[in-house]
C-alpha cells in the first residue's frame, strides 16, 4: 500500500497538504511530473537570479489556496458537495499542465495550439487513463458545469491561479510590490447568484490585488530585458524551423525536432494521439540542450550567432517608447544589422524587429470582481473602490519597443 497523504513543504505558503488520492496519482503522473523543468518566469532569471522556480510548485501553491478558499465558502453555507469540491481542486492543480518549454514563450511557435487547449487535451486523456474520475474537473475547466463560480476560483480575474502566482513570484524575484494580502482575500470570498464576489470588508485588499499586478508586469513579466530574451529565443526557434524546412540538418531532441519540423494545429493533436505524448516529453531543457549544440556545431552562421548570444547573456538592446517607431528608424537598424553581420535580404530580421507591450490591470469584458455590501447588494469593484476609478481600471498602457543588435553604435 502506498501512503497517499503527502505534507509538502513550501516556502510561500507552509506545510501543503495532500488529502485526496486521485490529486496524488495526477501528482505522480509524468505529465504532472514535467513541471518540475518548466520555469514558472522563462528568462526572468536572466534579470533576479532568485526567479527559478517551476510550474510544478506553483501548481502545488494554487491547489492549496483552492483547498483554502473551499473551506471558507463551505463555512459562509455555500453548498459545495464533495465530488464539486475534489473537481475543482482538480482542475485548478491541472490548469498550467498545457504550458510547453518556458511558457508562454514557446507558445504557438512549437504547435499552433494555445496552451488551454493543450490542458484541456492533457486532462482528457488523464480521464481516459483514470477512468472518468476528471469529469467534473474538466466541465469546471471549460465553464460548463452549472455552478459557474467553481470555474470563477479556477479562471477569472481573482483566481486561486493569480493569488498564487503574484505572491510567489514576488516571493523568489524580491520584487516587493507583487505582495497581496491572500489571507485576507479568501477569507472575504462568498457567492452570490452564483457568482464568486468578496465581501465589503475586503475592499482594501483588492485595490492592492489590482495595483500590485500591473506593477508586477512592468517590473517583471513585460522586464525589457526579459523581452530581449524572449525575442531572441523566438528567432532561434524561427531560424531553426527554417533550416529544417530546408534540409539542413540540427542536432536535439527527436521530441523537439519533430514540432519545428511541422506546424501543427490541434486537429492534428486530436486525430494523432502521439504527438500529445511526444509534446509532453519537452520542457526547457530541450530548448536550453538544443541551443548550446545549435552553438557548437550548426554551420550557419546566423543560428550559431544568435544561439550564442542567448547561451552567454549577449542581449540585443531593447529601446522603449510610448509611441511607434518611425520607418526610417527601422530600415536603418536593419541596415545596419546587414553591413555588421554580412547579412542577404531580409535575414536581418533575425537581428531586428519591433513590437507592442500592453499592460492592463483588469477588464470589464473578463469576469468582473464584485464585491458585496452589508444590505445584499453588488458592485463592479469600479463602483465599489474610492481609490480605482473606471478610467484607471478601463486604462490600458501600450509601450513600443525595438530590438536591434548591441554591436550598433548609434
Request: charged share 25%; hydrophobic share 40%.
Amino acid at each position: 500500500m502506498t501512503n497517499k497523504r503527502k505534507i509538502i513543504n513550501d516556502p510561500v505558503h507552509g506545510f501543503l497538504t495532500i488529502e485526496d488520492d486521485i490529486i496524488y496519482d495526477i501528482i505522480e503522473h509524468p505529465y504532472f511530473q514535467r513541471q518540475r523543468h518548466i520555469k514558472q518566469l522563462g528568462f526572468s532569471y536572466l534579470v533576479y537570479p532568485g526567479t527559478v522556480h517551476t510550474r510544478f510548485a506553483h501548481m502545488l501553491g494554487a491547489l492549496n489556496l483552492m483547498g483554502r478558499a473551499l473551506d471558507v465558502l463551505k463555512v459562509k453555507g455555500v453548498e459545495i458537495t464533495p465530488d464539486e469540491a475534489l473537481g475543482v481542486k482538480i482542475a485548478i492543480l491541472l490548469h498550467d499542465v498545457g504550458h510547453g518549454p518556458f511558457s508562454h514563450t514557446s507558445e504557438c511557435v512549437l504547435a499552433d495550439v494555445h496552451h488551454e487547449t493543450l490542458t484541456r487535451l492533457f486532462m482528457e486523456r488523464l480521464n481516459h487513463q483514470m477512468g472518468g474520475q476528471l469529469t467534473t474537473a474538466i466541465r469546471i475547466f471549460e465553464d460548463s458545469y452549472p455552478k459557474r463560480f467553481l470555474h470563477q476560483l479556477v479562471s477569472s480575474q481573482l483566481d486561486m491561479d493569480r493569488l498564487d502566482y503574484l505572491n510567489r513570484d514576488s516571493f523568489f524575484s524580491g520584487v516587493s510590490e507583487g505582495i497581496v494580502g491572500i489571507d485576507r482575500i479568501i477569507n472575504m470570498l462568498n457567492v452570490v447568484h452564483d457568482e464568486l464576489v468578496v465581501d465589503e470588508k475586503g475592499i482594501y485588499s483588492i485595490e492592492k490585488f489590482i495595483i500590485s499586478r500591473r506593477l508586477m508586469y512592468w517590473q517583471v513579466y513585460l522586464h525589457k530585458t526579459v523581452v530581449a530574451a524572449d525575442v531572441l529565443l523566438l528567432a532561434i526557434l524561427r531560424r531553426a524551423k527554417e533550416l529544417l524546412a530546408t534540409g539542413h540538418k540540427l542536432g536535439g531532441s527527436d521530441e523537439l525536432l519533430l514540432f519545428l519540423s511541422h506546424n501543427y494545429k490541434e486537429v492534428d493533436f486530436e486525430r494523432d494521439p502521439q504527438l500529445l505524448e511526444a509534446f509532453a516529453l519537452l520542457d526547457d531543457s530541450d530548448i536550453m540542450s538544443a541551443v548550446k549544440s545549435w552553438m557548437l556545431h550548426s554551420t550557419d552562421p546566423i543560428l550559431h550567432r544568435l544561439c550564442e548570444n542567448l547561451v552567454n547573456r549577449r542581449l540585443s538592446r531593447i529601446r522603449i517608447a510610448n509611441h511607434p517607431f518611425g520607418a526610417d528608424t527601422i530600415e536603418e537598424l536593419h541596415h545596419k544589422a546587414t553591413e555588421l553581420y554580412g547579412l542577404k535580404t531580409g535575414e536581418s530580421s533575425y537581428f531586428v524587429t519591433t513590437g507592442v507591450l500592453e499592460n492592463h490591470a483588469y477588464s470589464f469584458n473578463d469576469q468582473e470582481i464584485m464585491v458585496r455590501f452589508k444590505d445584499g447588494h453588488c458592485l463592479d469593484i469600479s463602483e465599489a473602490s474610492d481609490q480605482l476609478d473606471r478610467r484607471f481600471l478601463e486604462k490600458t498602457v501600450t509601450k513600443y519597443y525595438v530590438y536591434y543588435p548591441r554591436d550598433y553604435k548609434q
